[in-house]
């Protein structure tokens, strides 16, 4: 079946350290990729996303590239900031009746000043 | 442009009764996604509806229902409430275009079963 695997939180971090969050998936043929952002009290927010093999998908200086022969995804940022606290969840859709996301169980991030 | 909306926001139920959750996709888009977020981490699915259609569904009992209406507007209904229940239910829609465009979500509404 198709399944997504992160890391387990909750990740604390100094401001301006580097933020790793690993993502592996499981796919019956071949998955578009997608990291969202929840802060506190709201709705999930597309943060990147990739759709094919060794694209990298960036914003607001986060950072994933989809590796097929890994099967990963991992989230990076150089220097995150306390605004980037928030639980982030790793996703994946394929094509067909699967179409929906599927998402991993997230991870919870605090940045301390 | 409006984004996903929700209604309620917050929602107080017996156990046993019935809750229906509604939301309205952004203009444009056909497909609506249902999920369950219990305990502020971790999103089950629930149900998908594309085109007034159900395409698929989550692992979820039976009186976990809804539909999709012809303006493309849905409702998720939950029967027979048991405190389990207790979450937050998002909604989420996306464009026609395959699994290569992202679902836009809703801020939730928070059903509590006491």
């Known amino acids: 079946g198709n399944s997504v695997t992160q890391m387990e939180g909750p990740v604390t971090l100094s401001e301006e350290a580097f933020l790793t969050i690993n993502c592996t998936y499981t796919a019956t043929g071949y998955p578009s990729l997608f990291w969202y952002v929840q802060y506190p009290g709201e709705g999930l927010q597309l943060l990147l996303k990739?759709?094919?093999?060794?694209d990298k998908g960036s914003n607001k200086g986060f950072e994933a590239t989809y590796r097929k022969e890994t099967t990963s995804f991992h989230l990076e940022k150089g220097s995150v900031q306390v605004s980037d606290s928030a639980v982030y969840f790793c996703?994946?859709?394929?094509?067909?009746?699967?179409?929906?996301?599927?998402f991993g169980k997230g991870t919870k991030l605090s940045v301390k000043p | 442009e409006a984004g996903v909306t929700q209604s309620p926001t917050h929602l107080i139920k017996t156990r046993g009764q019935q809750a229906t959750l509604r939301c309205s996709p952004i203009?444009?888009?056909?497909?609506v996604y249902w999920y369950q977020q219990a305990l502020g981490l971790g999103l089950q699915f629930l149900l998908w509806?594309?085109?007034?259609?159900?395409?698929n569904r989550g692992n979820f009992p039976p009186r976990f229902s809804g539909r999709q209406f012809p303006n493309y507007s849905s409702e998720l209904n939950v029967n027979a409430l048991e405190l389990e229940d207790s979450a937050l239910y998002l909604c989420a829609s996306s464009s026609p275009g395959g699994i290569n465009t992202e679902a836009f979500f809703g801020q939730g509404t928070r059903l509590t079963v006491v």
């Open positions: 996703a994946l859709r394929v094509g067909g009746s699967q179409g929906n996301l599927i």
């Open positions: 990739a759709t094919k093999a060794d």
């Open positions: 509806y594309d085109e007034g259609e159900e395409r």
């Open positions: 203009s444009g888009h056909t497909s």
